[in-house]
């Protein structure tokens, strides 16, 4: 991770540094102080700076909607939902399945997003 200032990086240096964030959140677990610290200062800080940037830049994040690792799509789903709702709510849906962190937070993610029509807790939760 870095103290570099992402606004001067191109779109796909922001990315791989999304994804790379993503795997290293990915290692946490259940230790929430470095999850969050991650999430605050490298993940939505690069998020931001996409945003700014424009819908090009955002979508960017869709081809990590397919990455191996799952918390990376989690991220790249919950990022580029104004973008891709129903591709990336699909993502959701299918992360949320894992009985992991990942799963957990995908969760969360469809929660915040779809308030209205709230996900069913997947049966291999229990």
Excluded at 36 to 45: A, F, S
Aim: net charge negative; aromatic share 8%; charged share 30%.
């Amino acid at each position: 991770m870095t103290d570099e200032p992402k606004a001067d990086w191109t779109d796909d240096q922001i990315i791989q540094h999304i994804r790379d964030c993503a795997i290293e959140y990915s290692k946490c677990g259940f230790n929430t102080i470095r999850a969050n610290r991650i999430m605050d200062k490298e993940l939505r800080p690069s998020y931001e700076v996409l945003k700014r940037k424009g819908d090009a830049a955002l979508r960017k994040l869709l081809p990590l909607l397919n990455d191996a690792n799952s918390t990376v799509q989690w991220v790249a789903a919950g990022f580029g939902y104004d973008i891709e709702p129903a591709a990336c709510r699909r993502v959701l849906e299918q992360v949320m399945q894992k009985p992991d962190v990942a799963g957990i937070m995908a969760f969360v993610t469809l929660t915040e997003r779809n308030l209205d029509s709230l996900p069913p807790i997947p049966d291999t939760w229990t």
